[in-house]
C-alpha cells in the first residue's frame, strides 16, 4: 500500500488549506483512513479518522475546524482545515488500516508540512 500526501504549506492564523492524500488501490481495503500529525519534539497523534462504515472521529483540539473525508472513486482521503491556529503547525501523515488476509497492517505517507503563522 502506497500513500502520497499533499497539500501542506505556510499559512496565516485563520487561514484554510486543504490536504489530499491519494492512495494506490482501493479505498474498500481500509477499514479506515485518517490524518495524523507531529510537532517537533513531539509524538505522532491523531488528527482525524474516518472508517470504512462509520462516523469519523476528531482530536478534541480540531473538532469543529477540521473535516475528513474520503472519495472512495478516487483513492484519496482529505482533510479540510479551517481556522488554522499556529499550534496546528506540524508535519501531517495519512494512514491506511487495511488487512493483508487475517495480519492487520499499517501504511503511512510521506508527511506533508503545515506551518501556520500568527
Known amino acids: 500500500v502506497q500513500l502520497q500526501a499533499s497539500g501542506g504549506g505556510l499559512v496565516q492564523a485563520g487561514g484554510s488549506l486543504r490536504l489530499s492524500c491519494v492512495t494506490s488501490?482501493?479505498?474498500?481495503?481500509?477499514?479506515?483512513v485518517g490524518w495524523y500529525c507531529q510537532a517537533p519534539g513531539k509524538q505522532r497523534v491523531l488528527v482525524a479518522t474516518?472508517?470504512?462504515?462509520?462516523?469519523?472521529v476528531y482530536a478534541d483540539s480540531v473538532r469543529g475546524r477540521f473535516t475528513i473525508s474520503r472519495d472512495n472513486a478516487k483513492n484519496a482521503v482529505y482533510l479540510d482545515m479551517n481556522s488554522l491556529k499556529p499550534e496546528d503547525t506540524a508535519v501531517y501523515y495519512c494512514?491506511?488500516?487495511?488487512?493483508?488476509?487475517?495480519?492487520?497492517?499499517?501504511?503511512w505517507g510521506q508527511g506533508t508540512l503545515v506551518t501556520v503563522s500568527s
Open positions: 474516518i472508517p470504512r462504515d462509520g462516523t469519523p
Open positions: 494512514k491506511a488500516d487495511y488487512r493483508d488476509g487475517i495480519v492487520p497492517r499499517v501504511g
Open positions: 488501490g482501493g479505498m474498500f481495503r481500509f477499514t479506515a
